[in-house]
């Protein structure tokens, strides 16, 4: 994917996502003049990418109003917005589109923040967006053009896969399924090695066991765009040891049920934070 845009794009943040995201751009072919970091401490990787691409490096909030940006990223913790935000209120308009990567803040929360009036996105990614490998829901008001939701998701598509939500309320299930999913995976990986160790292998490798194996699955997820439930069935073999395994966790009590559970405290979590 190339990416290019004619007006600047301002990074508020360079955490761990919001490093991850000028990445994808500069790896993406995103003019470094047209990238404006605000950020209070940025490490010296980050400085480096700006000095190599030649993006700039702000700590006054102030300087955006005269650079016109085309989009304003969001990337503070959440707990930052309510002391920020307001300090941007003067780039509200209709040609500038804020868009928002934190968690539990909804539309409504943000725009009262800028003062009213913005043009707004609100995106869930996940931390596989850190290597390029994420996937990000988004979702826009009404004041958001097609053109601007458009500019959002390609540079969200510099983190990965990006889908495009028709309602703000789908962004607590979002949550549950993608935005905390990666936590599922790992923990996952965590049981396999622990189950292992209990059948009696030695714990390092039975984690290298887990590791690769639900990393190679993944591999095959992608490569083959098979469906999952094809790819299940072409490994377990009637009366095999998977068969078996397989027999507990398709069980009334078994894996579908625990999901069930755990995704529907997470949503459930989702909506109380963005109360």
Same mark, same amino acid.
């Given at each position: 994917?190339?990416?290019?845009?004619?007006?600047?794009?301002?990074?508020? #943040?360079?955490?761990?996502?919001?490093?991850?995201?000028?990445?994808?751009?500069?790896?993406?072919?995103?003019?470094?003049?047209?990238?404006?970091?605000?950020?209070?401490?940025?490490?010296?990787?980050?400085?480096?990418?700006?000095?190599?691409?030649?993006?700039?490096?702000?700590?006054?909030?102030?300087?955006?109003?005269?650079?016109?940006?085309?989009?304003?990223?969001?990337?503070?913790?959440?707990?930052?917005? #309510?002391?920020?935000?307001?300090?941007?209120?003067?780039?509200?308009?209709?040609?500038?589109?804020?868009?928002?990567?934190?968690?539990?803040?909804?539309?409504?929360?943000?725009?009262?923040?800028?003062?009213?009036?913005?043009?707004?996105?609100?995106?869930?990614?996940?931390?596989?967006?850190?290597?390029?490998?994420?996937?990000?829901?988004?979702?826009?008001?009404?004041?958001?053009?097609?053109?601007?939701?458009?500019?959002?998701?390609?540079?969200?598509?510099?983190?990965?896969?990006?889908?495009?939500?028709?309602?703000?309320?789908?962004?607590?299930?979002?949550?549950?399924?993608?935005?905390?999913?990666?936590?599922?995976?790992?923990?996952?990986?965590?049981?396999?090695?622990?189950?292992?160790?209990?059948?009696?292998?030695?714990?390092?490798?039975?984690?290298?066991?887990?590791?690769?194996?639900?990393?190679?699955?993944?591999?095959?997820?992608?490569?083959?765009?098979?469906?999952?439930?094809?790819?299940?069935?072409?490994?377990?073999?009637?009366?095999?040891?998977?068969?078996?395994?397989?027999?507990?966790?398709? #069980?009334?009590?078994?894996?579908?049920?625990?999901?069930?559970?755990?995704?529907?405290?997470?949503?459930?979590?989702?909506?109380?934070?963005?109360?």
């Amino acid at each position: 994917m190339s990416l290019s845009m004619s007006r600047p794009v301002v990074l508020l #943040g360079a955490g761990k996502m919001g490093g991850a995201m000028l990445s994808g751009w500069l790896a993406s072919g995103l003019s470094g003049d047209l990238v404006h970091v605000l950020d209070p401490m940025p490490s010296e990787a980050l400085r480096g990418q700006l000095e190599t691409h030649g993006g700039h490096h702000n700590t006054a909030v102030e300087v955006l109003a005269e650079i016109n940006p085309a989009v304003v990223v969001l990337a503070v913790k959440p707990q930052m917005m #309510g002391d920020i935000l307001p300090r941007l209120a003067r780039l509200v308009g209709p040609e500038t589109v804020f868009l928002s990567i934190a968690a539990g803040l909804s539309i409504a929360q943000l725009d009262g923040f800028l003062g009213g009036g913005a043009c707004l996105v609100r995106t869930m990614p996940n931390t596989p967006a850190s290597v390029g490998r994420g996937v990000t829901a988004m979702v826009a008001n009404d004041r958001v053009s097609e053109e601007m939701s458009a500019l959002c998701a390609d540079l969200l598509a510099a983190i990965g896969e990006v889908v495009v939500l028709e309602d703000e309320v789908l962004i607590d299930a979002v949550t549950a399924v993608s935005g905390s999913g990666p936590a599922y995976v790992f923990h996952m990986v965590e049981a396999m090695a622990a189950a292992g160790v209990a059948l009696g292998l030695p714990a390092d490798l039975s984690m290298i066991l887990a590791r690769k194996t639900i990393e190679g699955s993944g591999e095959m997820m992608r490569q083959l765009d098979t469906p999952t439930g094809e790819l299940r069935q072409n490994v377990t073999s009637p009366g095999g040891t998977t068969a078996a395994a397989l027999e507990v966790l398709m #069980g009334p009590h078994g894996l579908s049920e625990l999901m069930n559970k755990a995704l529907t405290a997470a949503r459930d979590r989702s909506k109380e934070l963005g109360t």
